[in-house]
């Protein structure tokens, strides 16, 4: 038997850890299963690592692995890369950690662990921190039993077992660096009770530890930081990253002491727009362009913000329901791809939009609640669902977009279908929609009248009567573009006998015209004319 193997990332993500609240938008690239037979009853993280050192001592890695660790400190002395990055507590994640974890950690959160420091160390658990001028790196430890039944990975001659790590990635840009990676490394429950630990030195007292047969492999993978990854089909691969929530927040407590309007841009500059993550950086490029934007909006409602606070940094918690919102997806299109999951605060500019690179969701227009203020807002905003709840309609929605192939054609009925299919797939993937209630009530209540308004204009590029006319439309709801699209969506499914092969005509439309008369669509009437 190979005493070690890699294993799909799924088998790390769907262990109960709280490591993957820290590091929810730090990605799993490798996971590998290393075997080390031994006594099969429980054993503690800090009896593990004793039984790796030893199974390392017995195995060292190959010659070359070596040399190449070799040159690696070699080059960090030369170039200094090992020194501690600039303000290193803006890089760190011991924020993440909660007051109640650092109390009942075994070790003092900030010891050194070799070339890690140690963030939160219990009993089952683990989670060390590296970071320099080229990683920012995670070491996760962890004992499967502790996560319960179905966390436990097994092999018909091992005990319950292993031990994750995170290795995220590498750069030469000198900067401090967005994990990017994570490699991760299983191991049986225990194999040595002779050797307890003294866990605050992590050294062994008393009996030495056991022989051991099997080698202990940790793989290291370092790609480069600072962009976004390649879309997916695993949902259990997608990143969701929140990092962005976390730095506004911090520019937002800046702004308390800001005493010129010049004081108020520079702290937005410096917390939110110069530590953008890849997704950031693209949403300003197409959305929110400058910090002025977002000053405007926070001056816009400024009650409103104060009140989203706590949910907005409690997103990660919404990590497993986006994730079965991909899966029920997939299910509808097997063929569906994921990008990167972005939550990121907008200045009410967008709720969610898409681009090639990844998925941006306003943390802001996500975390409210029955009690928020709504006063200052916008009329078009206080018929929005800004709740968590809109989490999986906003993202579904938008992964749809991510799947059409549409013909060029600027026309309203295409956009129509564009949006309309998007919000109709949604709605049969997750059983909801982004776009507000009201305008689906009132496109069913008018559907006569609107049908014959938008059957004279569907050929034209003037999408002003039914898109994006929040600010504009005064005698009825916003956007009931959605709507007509949704109809269309629905009679096309409806009348196709092949329903997979309907979602897939809905999601790549050559002929916008041809797809209209194929649905049978005609403003609800069932005589045809």
Request: overall charge negative; hydrophobic content about 45%.
């Amino acid at each position: 038997m190979r005493p070690f193997g890699r294993v799909a990332p799924a088998n790390y993500l769907a262990l109960g850890l709280r490591a993957h609240h820290y590091l929810t938008d730090v990605p799993v690239h490798d996971v590998w299963r290393v075997f080390l037979p031994g006594a099969d009853q429980a054993c503690t993280v800090t009896e593990i690592r004793a039984v790796a050192r030893v199974a390392m001592a017995e195995r060292p890695p190959a010659a070359h692995v070596r040399a190449l660790f070799a040159l690696r400190r070699l080059l960090g002395r030369a170039f200094d890369w090992d020194r501690t990055p600039p303000d290193p507590d803006a890089w760190s994640f011991p924020h993440r950690i909660s007051e109640a974890d650092r109390q009942r950690s075994l070790v003092q959160p900030g010891t050194l662990d070799g070339p890690f420091t140690v963030l939160d160390a219990h009993s089952m658990e683990a989670v060390s921190e590296i970071r320099n001028a080229t990683v920012h790196a995670f070491l996760v430890w962890a004992d499967a039993g502790a996560a319960g039944p179905h966390a436990a990975l097994r092999h018909p001659r091992a005990a319950r077992e292993r031990l994750d790590a995170r290795l995220p990635g590498d750069d030469r840009s000198g900067s401090p660096l967005d994990p990017v990676s994570v490699a991760a490394a299983l191991v049986p429950r225990c194999l040595v009770r002779e050797a307890p630990l003294d866990a605050r030195s992590g050294g062994a007292r008393g009996q030495q530890p056991m022989r051991v047969t099997a080698a202990f492999a940790l793989l290291a993978i370092a790609t480069t930081s600072g962009s976004a990854q390649a879309p997916t089909t695993d949902p259990a691969a997608v990143r969701v990253i929140t990092s962005d929530v976390v730095n506004f927040w911090r520019a937002y407590d800046r702004l308390a002491g800001a005493r010129t309007r010049e004081d108020s841009l520079r702290a937005l500059t410096q917390e939110y727009f110069d530590r953008a993550s890849p997704g950031l950086r693209e949403f300003i490029r197409i959305r929110l362009e400058r910090p002025e934007n977002l000053l405007r909006a926070l001056t816009l409602g400024p009650a409103y913000f104060a009140a989203v606070r706590t949910r907005s940094v409690a997103l990660d918690e919404h990590v497993p329901v986006i994730r079965n919102g991909l899966a029920a997806l997939q299910a509808l299109y097997s063929a569906a791809v994921f990008p990167d999951i972005y939550f990121l605060v907008a200045g009410f500019v967008s709720q969610g939009t898409l681009t090639d690179s990844g998925l941006y969701i306003a943390a802001e227009m996500v975390s409210a609640d029955t009690t928020t203020p709504l006063d200052e807002l916008p009329p078009g905003l206080r018929i929005v669902d800004l709740t968590p709840a809109v989490i999986p309609c906003i993202v579904v929605h938008e992964l749809v977009h991510h799947q059409q192939v549409y013909a060029p054609d600027r026309s309203l009925l295409s956009q129509a279908l564009r949006e309309g299919v998007a919000d109709f797939l949604t709605m049969q993937a997750v059983g909801c929609r982004p776009t507000a209630a009201a305008v689906y009530r009132y496109g069913d209540q008018h559907e006569t009248e609107l049908w014959a308004e938008f059957r004279d204009a569907m050929h034209e590029n003037d999408l002003g009567r039914w898109f994006y006319n929040a600010t504009t439309s005064t005698d009825r709801p916003a956007n009931l573009g959605y709507w007509m699209g949704y109809q269309i969506a629905e009679a096309y499914l409806a009348r196709a006998p092949d329903k997979q092969q309907a979602v897939y005509d809905l999601l790549h439309v050559t002929d916008a015209n041809a797809l209209l008369a194929r649905s049978g669509y005609n403003g609800g009437r069932e005589d045809g004319s």
